[in-house]
């Protein structure tokens, strides 16, 4: 199959998928979590660009190592999270320049969709989607607990679950979105789009598929836009979504 | 437990992080009783609530009536601005009301009795409401699925007198149309004498408890709140 449709298929699945999950994490206030797991990653990207295999598959257990690290330490010290998030991710950025080699440094840090390959496209979409069913399902469990989780729990719903579950989802998305992005740049891949949604709608449903179209549009026309200047499609996919963001800023509703 | 009693409490005792917070408690609630709980900050009476809705780990005996439907109204909610939600979205969000299938027209008949009567209310951005406004949603909310009981946390805490007044005059209505068995944490004294049926006057353990005019004496108070307190009950003629 065409490189270029392959990397323009995956892109608007991770990207879309991103952006929808997104709106969920900027409401708990959790952008930047999304990018501190990127960096955690990069350790694993390496390894992945060494030995030649899909850097999703080497990024995946390092977020959840991280997950696993930051909610352990959060037990132990009682230190705030997002300390403790820092703390996890510089060690593991570190870690990455120790084995990552120079030539490698640039593709690791920001991405390079060009290189993804038919079983690693098939099985992103897959879990894209898979991600995009799970959140749809806990999403309205998400947002009330998220405004109150006395109310949510006299609801019934067990807070605990779903919360391991959204953080599950986060590490799919974050592994995945390094293929377009890199360890760098995921933070944005979930908070720009979402952030340019709630600019520009009047509810919650136009707010969450506002991010998920966003998302998507950002990587279509960020790929694009790669085909045609040859820069990083990655940079490129960032920089559209902030300017959807800055147009969606002129077309602000409150 | 009899027919009527709709909640019994036996010794009941809750602590957190070593503290007692209460201690011995016990008490029944009636169907189609008001029972305030009565008490000084940091009497515990947020964590009885918490407790009998089972948030929290607690020793003794909390018994329901069987299948009761319980409505909680929180105190203090912080209102998100983070999230763009409409009141028919919020409303969405209940899974109770979502298996009662509850379309727009039971949201709109259930805003009307805590007097929400705008007609473009529902795509009405939640964050975009007075205080009093959103506690009036709140207790719209916990109506929703038809509870049987409603458990409402300082419900004027933020509000003007203004919106107090018509708050409990909501609780009033919500009383007589509903036939709603209510408890109701407040430190406000005019309005157990307005509501109460009960009162238990809260304070780590109960230091009175039983029907509001023969429990709310000043020594009782004072015991409660430290010092002196006159409260003189307004006899309307």
């Known amino acids: 199959m065409n490189q270029f449709i392959l990397s323009l298929v995956t892109g608007i699945f991770i990207g879309g998928v991103a952006g929808y999950l997104g709106s969920l994490m900027v409401s708990k206030r959790m952008a930047l979590v ?64 120790l084995i990552l080699p120079s030539e490698k440094t640039v593709t690791a840090l920001i991405g390079d969709i060009a290189q993804v390959e038919l079983y690693g ?39 605990k679950k779903y919360n391991f579950i959204f953080l599950a989802s986060i590490a799919i998305i974050v592994a995945l979105g390094v293929k377009i992005v890199g360890g760098l740049l995921t933070a944005a891949l979930v908070a720009i789009p979402a952030c340019a949604a709630r600019n520009i709608s009047r509810n919650l449903f136009q707010y969450t598929y506002g991010g998920m179209i966003i998302g998507a549009a950002s990587c279509v026309v960020g790929i694009l836009l790669f085909k045609l200047t040859g820069f990083s499609a990655g940079p490129l996919v960032i920089l559209t979504s902030t300017l959807f963001f800055l147009i969606s800023m002129i077309f602000k509703k409150d | 437990m009899n027919k009527e009693t709709i909640l019994k409490v036996k010794n009941l005792n809750v602590e957190l992080n070593n503290k007692k917070i209460i201690e011995n408690l016990s008490f029944e609630v009636k169907e189609k009783e008001t029972l305030v709980i009565l008490g000084p900050n940091g009497a515990g009476k947020t964590v009885l609530f918490r407790a009998l809705l089972g948030l929290l780990p607690h020793r003794g005996e909390i018994q329901w009536q069987k299948e009761v439907k319980i409505g909680y109204v929180p105190t203090r909610l912080s209102l998100t601005k983070e999230i763009p939600l409409t009141i028919k979205e919020f409303f969405d969000l209940k899974p109770s009301t979502k298996n009662m299938a509850m379309g727009p027209k039971e949201i709109i008949e259930v805003l009307r009795t805590v007097g929400m009567v705008d007609s473009e209310i529902l795509e009405k951005r939640v964050a975009f409401l007075s205080s009093g406004q959103f506690q009036r949603l709140l207790v719209a909310w916990g109506l929703a699925d038809n509870p049987q009981i409603l458990l409402f946390d300082e419900p004027m805490s933020g509000i003007d007198i203004r919106g107090q007044e018509s708050i409990y005059n909501l609780l009033e209505k919500l009383r007589e149309e509903r036939n709603l068995t209510i408890l109701l944490i407040t430190h406000d004294l005019s309005i157990v004498y307005k509501l109460a049926d009960n009162v238990i006057c809260l304070n780590k353990k109960a230091l009175c408890q039983g029907p509001s005019v023969e429990v709310l004496t000043p020594q009782h108070l004072s015991k409660l709140y430290g010092g002196e307190i006159k409260f003189y009950q307004h006899k309307h003629t």
Do not use: C
């Not at chain 1, 999703?56 to 959840?64: D, H, I, N």
């Open chain 1, 34 to 97: 999304g990018g501190a797991l990127g960096h955690l990653t990069l350790p694993g990207i390496a390894l992945a660009l060494i030995y030649g295999f899909d850097v999703s598959l080497g990024a995946l257990p390092l977020v959840a190592l991280g997950i696993i690290l930051i909610w352990l330490f959060e037990i132990r010290t009682k230190l705030p999270t997002e300390a403790l998030t820092a703390v996890v991710f510089a060690s593991g950025v570190a870690v990455a320049f």
């Open chain 1, 121 to 159: 496209a098939v099985i992103s979409i897959i879990l894209a989607t898979i991600v995009f069913f799970v959140i749809r399902k806990i999403f309205s469990k998400m947002v009330l607990s998220n405004i109150s989780e006395d109310l949510a729990k006299v609801q019934g719903i067990n807070v």
